[in-house]
């Protein structure tokens, strides 16, 4: 028996010793804009679109995925009202991002919206809902958490524009 509980009290005391940050580890920054995720990520968006400007990179990454996942007309199988979302990102004054959205009805109908977007100050993560039982998906605002823009009803595609939007917001706020 107090052999057992020996080896149960070695074998913590082990697992604690490999958990605890060696001193070198500790004194290194708090991972946030330098984290090996968001570095990895930028380099493989900067060898894809051929450029070393950061923001530039991720706004060409983020209208790409907006093109690629726009909620067209084509997609609405039985609606009544069928129409094409379209949206674009600009970079516009310090600290702020201008949305683009642009709906096309079934004829020659076009309507155009552009929301600014003030992006100092708010959380940098993008929330997104893909209902089961719709045919989008719905980013929020990080502002005020209403319904930003919406997507064609893709997991993956949802995520991964969520995810550059939030990396795109993080370098638009360092300035």
Known sequence: MHMRLTRKLIHTVCLLGCLVVPPAV?????????????AGYLAGL?????????????????????????????????????????YQLQLGAPGELILREEIRGQ?????????????????????????????????????????LLTIVRDHQGAAELAKALSFLIRKVQKG
């Open 26 to 38: 500790a004194s290194e920054p708090a991972a946030g804009l330098s984290s090996a995720e968001q």
């Open 46 to 86: 900067k060898r894809l679109y051929l450029s070393q400007d950061e923001r530039q990179v991720l706004l060409s990454h983020c209208n790409a995925l907006l093109t690629s996942y726009a909620l067209r007309a084509g997609y609405q199988v039985g609606q009544a009202q069928r129409q094409d979302l379209l």
């Open 107 to 147: 004829g020659s109908d076009m309507a155009v919206r552009n929301q600014r977007i003030a992006l100092f100050g708010v959380d940098p993560f993008i929330r997104y809902d893909c209902p089961s039982n719709g045919i989008s998906c719905v980013l929020f605002n990080p502002v005020d958490g209403s319904p």
